[in-house]
Protein backbone atom coordinates (compact mmCIF):
# COMPACT_ATOMS: atom_id res chain seq x y z
CA UNK A 1 0.00 0.00 0.00
CA UNK A 2 0.90 3.79 -0.92
CA UNK A 3 0.83 5.08 2.58
CA UNK A 4 1.86 8.60 1.56
CA UNK A 5 -1.06 8.46 -0.69
CA UNK A 6 -3.45 7.13 2.08
CA UNK A 7 -2.13 10.32 3.68
CA UNK A 8 -3.37 12.65 0.92
CA UNK A 9 -6.50 11.04 0.17
CA UNK A 10 -7.57 11.27 3.93
CA UNK A 11 -6.31 14.92 3.87
CA UNK A 12 -8.29 15.71 0.82
CA UNK A 13 -11.54 13.85 2.18
CA UNK A 14 -11.31 15.76 4.91
CA UNK A 15 -11.26 19.22 3.38
CA UNK A 16 -14.67 17.94 0.59
CA UNK A 17 -16.15 17.25 3.94
CA UNK A 18 -15.89 20.58 5.61
CA UNK A 19 -12.65 19.72 7.34
CA UNK A 20 -9.04 20.96 7.36
CA UNK A 21 -6.19 20.12 5.25
CA UNK A 22 -4.47 17.39 7.18
CA UNK A 23 -4.40 14.07 7.78
CA UNK A 24 -1.85 11.15 9.23
CA UNK A 25 -1.13 7.15 8.72
CA UNK A 26 0.80 4.97 11.41
CA UNK A 27 1.94 2.54 9.67
CA UNK A 28 3.92 -0.77 12.05
CA UNK A 29 4.81 -3.81 10.46
CA UNK A 30 3.57 -2.94 6.70
CA UNK A 31 0.00 -2.10 7.85
CA UNK A 32 -1.73 1.05 9.11
CA UNK A 33 -2.09 1.25 12.80
CA UNK A 34 -3.98 4.21 13.07
CA UNK A 35 -5.20 7.05 10.56
CA UNK A 36 -7.23 10.16 10.87
CA UNK A 37 -7.74 13.59 9.70
CA UNK A 38 -7.47 16.92 11.48
CA UNK A 39 -10.65 17.19 13.77
CA UNK A 40 -10.89 20.43 14.71
CA UNK A 41 -13.18 22.12 12.43
CA UNK A 42 -15.57 19.37 13.57
CA UNK A 43 -15.11 19.30 16.71
CA UNK A 44 -14.22 23.03 18.07
CA UNK A 45 -11.37 21.13 19.64
CA UNK A 46 -8.06 23.34 18.81
CA UNK A 47 -5.79 19.95 19.96
CA UNK A 48 -7.96 17.97 17.57
CA UNK A 49 -4.78 17.74 14.81
CA UNK A 50 -4.56 14.68 12.80
CA UNK A 51 -1.37 13.68 14.44
CA UNK A 52 -2.30 13.64 17.64
CA UNK A 53 -5.86 11.97 17.37
CA UNK A 54 -4.18 9.52 15.45
CA UNK A 55 -0.99 9.04 17.95
CA UNK A 56 -4.20 8.41 20.70
CA UNK A 57 -5.68 5.79 18.91
CA UNK A 58 -2.14 4.15 18.29
CA UNK A 59 -0.92 4.09 21.68
CA UNK A 60 -5.18 3.17 22.65
CA UNK A 61 -4.12 -0.17 20.62
CA UNK A 62 -1.08 -1.05 21.94
CA UNK A 63 -1.65 -0.05 25.04
CA UNK A 64 1.68 2.05 25.32
CA UNK A 65 2.61 5.24 24.87
CA UNK A 66 5.15 4.52 22.95
CA UNK A 67 5.72 4.09 19.51
CA UNK A 68 8.61 2.49 18.32
CA UNK A 69 8.46 0.37 15.57
CA UNK A 70 6.24 2.71 13.64
CA UNK A 71 6.78 5.18 10.63
CA UNK A 72 4.38 8.51 10.89
CA UNK A 73 3.51 9.83 8.00
CA UNK A 74 1.95 13.16 7.88
CA UNK A 75 0.47 15.38 5.32
CA UNK A 76 2.78 18.60 5.82
CA UNK A 77 5.51 19.56 8.58
CA UNK A 78 4.22 19.27 12.21
CA UNK A 79 3.13 21.75 14.37
CA UNK A 80 5.06 22.42 17.38
CA UNK A 81 2.27 20.92 19.63
CA UNK A 82 2.11 17.85 17.12
CA UNK A 83 5.88 17.31 16.79
CA UNK A 84 6.01 17.99 20.49
CA UNK A 85 3.29 14.66 20.84
CA UNK A 86 5.57 12.76 18.25
CA UNK A 87 8.65 13.28 20.40
CA UNK A 88 6.68 12.20 23.02
CA UNK A 89 5.56 8.79 21.09
CA UNK A 90 9.23 8.17 19.85
CA UNK A 91 8.09 6.68 16.40
CA UNK A 92 10.82 5.35 14.49
CA UNK A 93 10.74 7.91 11.28
CA UNK A 94 8.45 10.62 10.55
CA UNK A 95 7.67 11.17 6.79
CA UNK A 96 6.28 14.46 6.05
CA UNK A 97 4.56 15.44 2.46
CA UNK A 98 4.58 19.24 2.26
CA UNK A 99 6.14 22.02 3.60
CA UNK A 100 4.81 24.87 5.56
CA UNK A 101 6.36 27.58 3.00
CA UNK A 102 4.54 24.93 0.00
CA UNK A 103 1.24 25.45 1.21
CA UNK A 104 1.42 28.64 2.50
CA UNK A 105 0.01 30.48 -0.10
CA UNK A 106 -3.21 27.98 0.05
CA UNK A 107 -3.53 27.99 3.43
CA UNK A 108 -3.41 30.82 6.86
CA UNK A 109 -3.96 29.55 10.25
CA UNK A 110 -5.61 32.66 11.69
CA UNK A 111 -4.75 32.32 15.23
CA UNK A 112 -4.21 35.30 17.86
CA UNK A 113 -0.19 34.03 18.58
CA UNK A 114 0.30 31.71 15.85
CA UNK A 115 1.54 32.67 12.40
CA UNK A 116 3.14 30.08 10.21
CA UNK A 117 6.38 32.02 9.84
CA UNK A 118 7.50 32.91 13.00
CA UNK A 119 5.69 30.07 15.33
CA UNK A 120 8.81 28.36 15.68
CA UNK A 121 10.83 31.26 16.45
CA UNK A 122 8.38 32.45 19.06
CA UNK A 123 8.40 28.83 20.51
CA UNK A 124 12.09 28.78 20.81
CA UNK A 125 12.00 32.09 22.68
CA UNK A 126 12.13 31.63 27.18
CA UNK A 127 9.10 32.28 28.40
CA UNK A 128 8.46 35.18 29.36
CA UNK A 129 9.65 36.55 26.34
CA UNK A 130 6.45 35.22 24.15
CA UNK A 131 3.50 37.24 22.46
CA UNK A 132 1.56 34.76 24.48
CA UNK A 133 1.35 36.51 27.72
CA UNK A 134 2.85 34.07 30.90
CA UNK A 135 3.39 34.62 34.08
CA UNK A 136 5.22 32.35 36.60
CA UNK A 137 3.56 31.67 39.64
CA UNK A 138 5.79 29.61 42.38
CA UNK A 139 4.27 27.80 44.47
CA UNK A 140 5.78 25.07 46.79
CA UNK A 141 3.15 22.63 46.93
CA UNK A 142 3.55 22.06 42.82
CA UNK A 143 6.82 20.64 43.43
CA UNK A 144 5.19 17.92 46.29
CA UNK A 145 3.34 16.34 43.39
CA UNK A 146 6.33 15.09 41.56
CA UNK A 147 7.93 14.46 45.31
CA UNK A 148 4.37 12.25 45.40
CA UNK A 149 5.53 10.84 42.12
CA UNK A 150 8.44 9.35 42.72
CA UNK A 151 7.62 7.84 46.30
CA UNK A 152 5.34 5.93 44.46
CA UNK A 153 7.31 5.16 41.34
CA UNK A 154 10.18 3.64 43.41
CA UNK A 155 11.99 6.68 44.29
CA UNK A 156 14.93 9.00 42.77
CA UNK A 157 14.65 10.69 39.63
CA UNK A 158 13.72 8.38 36.56
CA UNK A 159 13.72 8.76 33.04
CA UNK A 160 10.81 7.01 31.38
CA UNK A 161 11.76 4.15 29.50
CA UNK A 162 10.04 2.22 26.75
CA UNK A 163 9.05 -1.38 28.21
CA UNK A 164 9.55 -2.39 24.55
CA UNK A 165 13.04 -1.28 23.94
CA UNK A 166 14.15 -2.30 27.86
CA UNK A 167 16.22 -5.13 28.28
Not at 35 to 42: G, M, P
Not at 88 to 93: H, K, M, T
Not at 123 to 139: G, I, Q, S, T, V
Request: charged letters at 25%.
Amino acid sequence: MDFAQRTVDIARRNVTEGGRPFATVIVKDGEILAESANKVAQTSDPTAHAEILAIREACMRLGTEHLTGTTIYVLAHPCPMCLGSLYYCSPDEVVFLTTREAYEPHYVDDRKYFELDTFYSEFAKNWDERRLPMRYEPHGAAVDVYRLWQERNGGGPRRHVDPATSS
